[in-house]
């Protein structure tokens, strides 16, 4: 019963440093999400992979690459990680792209010092 | 562009009172409404969900009926516990037209004994 399964759950790092969360689901979802929480910002969304093989950019999605590798897995990159980029990050999945539940992982807390 | 607007919080309340939360959106069409709920340490989770006008989404005693002539979504709780404590996240999305998910800033919520 794992649904959304996301790595690390706790990071820091230091300005510059470059490092991926990992993410994967179990519900053979066609669609998968990285979202960030900030406080007082809600979840803002920076990439989206509608399909396996295509990926999209969200609202924010500068600072940051991801990898659609399979149906199951979307990776997040920080290629070169700024304080701005701290936050808390959320893999989710949904059946399809529109109009469909989404099914969130427990998060990743990443902090950039 | 779409958009959803809920009541800032904190909301703060006593056992056994009485909860609404505000939520308005802004969309073409006619979208999916949502609420998730997220408790601490964790990532979010579906509370109920509605697709169409006059549908009421109800679950866990908590209940939100889909209003197109005021474009609302309001949740409602006749008795809240301190186990919902949480924060609350009311949401939109398409079913066409591509990926559509828009979510609110979130409402916090506590409940004390």
């Known amino acids: 019963n794992a649904g959304v399964t996301q790595t690390p759950k706790f990071q820091v790092l230091k300005t510059g440093q470059s490092m991926t969360l990992q993410c994967a689901q179990d519900?053979?979802?066609?669609?998968m999400y990285w979202y960030r929480q900030d406080p007082g910002m809600g979840l803002r969304l920076i990439y989206y992979?509608?399909?396996?093989?295509?990926?999209d950019k969200g609202e924010v999605p500068n600072g940051y690459n991801v990898s659609r590798l399979n149906k199951r897995e979307f990776s997040l990159r920080l290629e070169s990680a700024a304080p701005s980029q701290t936050s808390v990050y959320f893999c989710?999945?949904?059946?399809?792209?529109?109009?469909?539940?989404?099914?969130f992982g427990e998060g990743s807390w990443l902090t950039v010092v | 562009g779409d958009s959803v607007t809920q009541m800032e919080g904190p909301v703060t309340l006593s056992e056994e009172a009485f909860l609404t939360i505000n939520c308005t959106y802004t969309?073409?069409?006619?979208?999916?409404l949502f609420w998730y709920v997220q408790y601490p340490g964790e990532g979010l989770q579906l509370l109920l969900k509605?697709?169409?006008?006059?549908d009421k989404g109800s679950n866990k005693g908590f209940e939100a009926t889909y209003r197109k002539e005021t474009t609302s979504f309001h949740l409602e709780k006749g008795s809240v516990q301190v186990s919902d404590s949480a924060v609350y996240f009311c949401?939109?999305?398409?079913?066409?037209?591509?990926?559509?998910?828009?979510f609110g800033a979130g409402t916090r919520l506590f409940v004390k004994a």
């Open positions: 989710a999945s949904s059946e399809l792209s529109g109009g469909n539940t989404i099914y």
């Open positions: 519900m053979n979802h066609n669609s």
């Open positions: 992979s509608a399909s396996e093989g295509t990926t």
């Open positions: 969309a073409t069409g006619y979208p999916s």
């Open positions: 509605a697709t169409k006008a006059d």
């Open positions: 949401a939109l999305s398409r079913r066409t037209g591509g990926f559509k998910t828009i």
